[in-house]
């Protein structure tokens, strides 16, 4: 039986895939909280966000770096390993490689992969 540690680090292997308009196969994980800011500093320039509105005019922030955030969590891109950027060149050749349509793709994986981050816990509870 696992433990508690062990079950929480475990969610930073799990990958989720979702096919771009290319038909490439775009692969992301989790970012570790460490791996979060490290994308954080390398990308101090992008501070900020744009403000845009939902389908139903509520205002929506949407920050200047969640592009390249979602690029740095892409791992695999049809099968070939993309291994975590170590710098602002690669997090950008990453991020160039995909395009729109494979940070689309990606942010779609992204979001099932978290799902569980986000669901409201009075939801649990009225099951």
Do not use: W
Request: charged residues 30%.
């Amino acid at each position: 039986m696992q433990t508690e540690s062990e079950i929480k680090l475990a969610r930073y292997g799990a990958v989720e895939k979702e096919a771009d308009k290319f038909g490439r196969v775009i692969g992301v994980r989790r970012l570790k909280p460490s791996e979060q800011a490290k994308v954080a500093g390398m990308t101090a320039d992008l501070a900020g966000s744009d403000e845009m509105f939902g389908p139903t005019g509520e205002k929506i922030l949407i920050p200047h770096r969640l592009q390249i955030q979602i690029a740095a969590a892409v791992c695999m891109i049809d099968e070939a390993r993309i291994p975590f950027p170590r710098n602002r060149g690669e997090l950008d050749a990453i991020f160039d490689r995909l395009d729109g349509e494979g940070i689309t793709a990606a942010g779609a994986a992204l979001v099932r992969l978290t799902v569980d981050d986000v669901t409201d816990p009075k939801d649990e509870a009225k099951n």
